[in-house]
């Protein structure tokens, strides 16, 4: 994939990753969708068929090229000039397009003391007494309109090349206001829409955060349970690095560094390129062979993900 429309991502990922500590790391990983998408370069957006199908195109082209994953051409022809020049050809069909009004009605009450004058005569005279109060409540009737917008799509992939479908979903989005007027609302909706068609057919960034019990090192697996251990036997063969992340990291590559505690220099590394399907993954490693390397003593390893250090544990080997 060209490096270069990935450049504006990179700087986004720097700049979420900078200030991670070794204690926790809130840092972003690509999220690919569900197919592979490394033969794909260029992308052809036909019309979208169905009422509303005009008024969705220009956000979907619009979310693809700020996506900047692929070259996105606007097409406007039949599939056989569509797919000229591009990998895919992206098509659908919108079948929810819709503004429905709902009017919601609720009551306050306001309640507020009077006074109230209280006199009385006793043989002809007038005797005037401290006035008396009382609460009078009022209710308040008050109305709000609201205008709920629906946009929903069929939307589907195919390659350019072989005339195969790939893929084909059914995304929809809702968005509601009282303040907008009922075309705004819907031009909200469809823009939902349309991000929500890039989320699912192009690479997007996905924000993790991970602690320290989620970069440890351990000694066996042992029943799908890691037996945690810090330090290790010059003697012994085989320990890990655990690591745990989210599984929306899947195809994202990891990489470990290890050192000894009070040096710079990386003594050997480890990448990993992360499956979804699982929870956790153990970097293996040899402590006898660190001993012979290095000797006893405390080490450390960095959790590395693209040129950027986010985590941080020790071990030590006697």
Request: some cysteine; charged content about 25%.
């Amino acid at each position: 994939m060209n490096s270069i429309r990935w450049l504006w991502l990179e700087l986004v990922l720097l700049i979420g990753a900078a200030g991670s500590g070794c204690s926790s790391a809130s840092f972003q990983v690509l999220y690919y969708p569900s197919f592979d998408i490394s033969w794909i370069e260029d992308v052809g957006v036909e019309p979208f068929s169905g009422y509303g199908g005009d008024h969705l195109k220009p956000y979907v082209v619009s979310s693809l090229r700020s996506n900047g994953a692929y070259s996105v051409v606007d097409r406007t022809n039949s599939f056989s000039e569509s797919a000229a020049g591009v990998d895919v050809v992206l098509n659908g069909h919108v079948y929810e397009y819709s503004v429905t009004r709902e009017i919601e009605e609720w009551s306050t009450e306001e309640c507020y003391t009077v006074e109230v004058e209280n006199s009385r005569h006793r043989h002809g005279h007038r005797h005037d007494r401290e006035p008396e109060t009382e609460e009078v409540c009022e209710t308040h009737w008050h109305e709000r309109i609201w205008d709920h917008a629906e946009a929903g799509a069929t939307v589907e992939l195919t390659n350019a090349h072989t005339g195969e479908r790939f893929y084909s979903r059914d995304i929809s989005k809702q968005f509601s206001s009282y303040t907008l007027s009922q075309s705004d609302t819907l031009d909200r909706a469809v823009y939902d829409l349309a991000e929500a068609i890039v989320y699912q057919i192009a690479p997007t960034w996905y924000g993790v955060k991970l602690k320290g019990k989620d970069f440890r090192t351990a000694s066996a697996l042992i029943d799908k349970e890691w037996v945690w251990a810090d330090k290790f036997q010059s003697t012994d063969e085989t320990a890990f690095v655990v690591l745990r992340v989210p599984k929306q990291a899947d195809r994202n590559t990891f990489t470990v560094q290890f050192y000894q505690k009070d040096h710079s220099e990386v003594l050997f590394s480890k990448d990993y390129v992360w499956e979804g399907a699982y929870s956790s993954y153990g970097f293996n490693f040899s402590p006898k062979e660190l001993y012979e390397m290095a000797g006893a003593g405390k080490y450390r390893v960095v959790l590395v993900y693209r040129q950027q250090k986010l985590l941080e544990t020790t071990f030590k080997i006697h």
